[in-house]
């Protein structure tokens, strides 16, 4: 069965740096395009998605310039690295995957969790002033 587990969050004070991670088991990210969304008093936005073919990524502009995401496929993990906190970061965020959607799709396209191969149960992002 295949699980992604995010983990990563926590309490951060604004302008400050996080690490989010999304752990993939039983299956190979390497293969998938992977994607962070977030849930926040906002709603729901996808901020970052990686290819799985030649890695190129796509950001939502609310986020260009703070936000790198990227692959360690040794680790079968993608990672988020948020700098410049600022309190409308906070939020629960998850990593979605989909061997179909390209990062466009991806990322701007709101589905149903069950719309995607695999999504996981999210982490907590709390941004103090």
């Known amino acids: 069965q295949s699980h992604l587990v995010e983990s990563g969050g926590g309490l951060v004070q604004s302008g400050g740096t996080l690490t989010l991670s999304c752990a993939a088991s039983?299956?190979?990210?390497?293969?998938?395009?992977v994607g962070w969304w977030r849930q926040t008093e906002k709603g729901r936005e996808g901020v970052a998605c990686i290819s799985k073919n030649d890695n190129s990524t796509y950001y939502a502009d609310s986020v260009k310039g703070r936000f790198t995401i990227s692959r360690d496929n040794a680790k079968n993990t993608v990672f988020l690295q948020i700098d410049s906190l600022k309190l409308e970061d906070t939020g629960v965020y998850y990593c979605a995957a989909d061997h179909i959607f390209n990062i466009q799709v991806l990322c701007r396209v709101i589905r149903p969790e069950t719309g995607y191969d695999a999504w996981g149960q999210g982490t907590q992002v709390t941004v103090s002033s």
């Open positions: 039983g299956f190979t990210l390497d293969s998938y395009t």
